[in-house]
């Protein structure tokens, strides 16, 4: 051994390092690693080996601390290639293929031996039928005999039959298992190149002493999204919004016990309730037909609402209950960037598995407000108006399992809230308010005013609040909307008055006291020339 190599080898020293501290973006962490090293005074350079292959080289940067001088002079990254150790896996999965093997002849035995005795009992029921029934014609031979022998008989064969059929689904499990570890043992037979980091540091130290050394690099294939609880509370007006994280990583290295941060999403699209859109009339043009399918002038698609039942486990055991404690994030922010620090004792596996952290739980009163579309549903939908309040925490965009009074009404997209800001949530249909709508005129002009056909439309609508609080309603029609110059579109009549907005709309805002009922009117006119056949208006 040379003297050179013992210097570098005292020049040289790899430091063991745990990762401390983790701040989540939406698509990959910065990790903090720290270490402890001893230094005589004769290192210039400092490892840390066995870092994963998701680490970017670019972001890598060290600091430190000790009861020594330190001077850092540079930071650079290698990458490491190495073989897997086959031999210890090769030597396990052998063992595991040849212990199946035992047992895939063992039941091959059992095989060959159940089909022999139910070969037996074939041959004996085919000889017994010839000679019973010989006997029986001649009184040899009793019924009472006969009917045992074909107990014994039918018992036997069901017997067999039953343990062939059990050996032989025995028999194909094992085959499975059997190739699936014969493939196992292939791949491992096929070693694969495995990728590291070694990140080295550079020093200069002043003397002996200890060295506190802070290691940060960003790695990919991590990220967290939002996801929320929210359980509304029709009885006092409140609703439980339960923040949550939704945590993975596949970096190759494990988190075990750090301090996680989770930096801001992006921001997303929000879900909408049903609304009216455009009702068009043209004029009927003749085509050739082009087969079944649907129509592009279905003019509504409904959102589809779950309505699941929800059914909680309630708590029978004697003496007072003491509800856990969730432990909740503390938030911060800088500029338009908000973190959330969780705790210093998560463990996130490098396995992709979905982690959920709770960021915070709290209770908010919201508004309750009904809006009813005749036209498409005979419901009305409740909705909850929640705001955001000007000490709370940015809501990010993310999915949100609704529920209310306990029952689980559906999951929507959750819009980015800031604080300070409303926001409404869609809790489904509300069998409180009766809805109807009725048409109650389609009538056609007799005569033509200034060669034009003129057709009126009316309908009258209704809203019965059946609950014991008053309510707060919107409602919502529309008039048809013509594609065509030749057709015109009049509103003639609104009761209670209102003036028709873009695209036909008709909107009434009103306050139902309990028990109370609202009807509505309105009317209009389509006029075109009388040689036009209008389509659309079949409603």
Not at 413 to 422: H, K
Not at 425 to 451: H, Y
Request: proline letters at 4%.
């Amino acid at each position: 051994m040379t003297d050179s190599y013992l210097l570098n080898q005292d020049n040289i020293k790899t430091l063991d390092t745990r990762i401390c501290e983790v701040i989540v973006y939406t698509d990959r962490a910065l990790v903090t690693r720290r270490g402890t090293v001893a230094l005589t005074g004769n290192e210039r350079e400092l490892a840390i080996v066995s870092l994963p292959a998701t680490l970017e080289p670019e972001s890598v940067r060290a600091t430190g601390a000790g009861t020594v001088a330190v001077r850092l002079l540079g930071v650079r990254s290698e990458r490491v290639f190495s073989r897997e150790p086959v031999a210890d896996g090769i030597a396990e999965l052998t063992q595991q293929i040849q212990e199946l093997e035992t047992q895939k002849r063992v039941i091959k035995d059992k095989l060959v031996a159940r089909r022999i005795q139910l070969k037996f009992v074939e041959d004996l029921s085919e000889k017994s039928v010839r000679f019973f029934s010989s006997s029986i014609a001649k009184q040899q031979v009793g019924l009472n005999e006969t009917g045992e022998l074909l107990n014994f008989l039918g018992t036997n064969y069901l017997k067999y039959v039953s343990a062939i059929a059990q050996h032989e689904r025995q028999q194909h499990e094992l085959e499975n298992q059997i190739q699936a570890l014969q493939q196992k043992l292939q791949q491992v037979r096929t070693p694969h190149s495995q990728q590291s980091f070694k990140i080295i540091v550079a020093i200069e130290p002043s003397g002996t002493g200890n060295f506190d050394l802070e290691l940060s690099y960003v790695v990919k294939r991590a990220s967290w999204t939002p996801l929320y609880d929210l359980r509304v509370n029709t009885t006092n007006n409140q609703i439980n919004l339960h923040y949550l994280a939704d945590v993975k990583q596949n970096t190759g290295e494990d988190w075990t016990g750090v301090a996680l941060t989770l930096s801001t999403a992006k921001p997303g699209l929000g879900s909408l309730p049903p609304q009216l859109k455009p009702w068009y009339i043209e004029i009927f043009e003749l085509k050739e037909p082009a087969g079944r399918g649907s129509s592009e002038d279905d003019f509504f698609d409904l959102e589809e609402i779950l309505e699941e039942g929800y059914a909680g486990n309630s708590f029978r055991g004697g003496g007072r209950r003491i509800e856990a404690e969730i432990a909740t994030a503390q938030v911060s922010r800088e500029g338009g960037t908000v973190s959330f620090q969780i705790g210093g004792n998560t463990t996130i596996p490098s396995d992709s598995s979905r982690q959920k952290v709770t960021i915070f739980s709290d209770n908010y009163p919201f508004q309750p407000e009904y809006i009813a579309v005749p036209r498409l549903v005979s419901f009305a939908y409740l909705q909850a108006v929640v705001v955001n309040p000007l000490t709370g925490a940015t809501l990010l965009p993310g999915k949100a399992n609704i529920f209310r009074d306990n029952t689980f009404v559906g999951t929507v997209q959750l819009e980015n809230v800031s604080p300070g800001q409303e926001y409404k949530l869609n809790l489904g249909i509300d069998e409180g308010l009766k809805i109807e709508r009725q048409l109650v005129e389609r009538q056609v002009d007799k005569k033509l005013i200034g060669n034009q056909r003129r057709t009126s439309y009316a309908y009258r609508l209704s809203a019965t609040n059946l609950r014991q609080v008053q309510v707060h309603l919107t409602l919502q029609e529309q008039l048809p909307v013509s594609r065509n110059e030749q057709i015109k579109v009049r509103s003639t009549l609104t009761n209670p008055k209102i003036v028709a907005g873009e695209m036909g709309l008709l909107e009434w805002i009103m306050s139902l006291p309990p028990q109370a009922k609202q009807e509505l009117y309105y009317q209009f006119v389509v006029e075109h020339p009388p040689d036009l056949t209008v389509t659309g208006l079949d409603i």
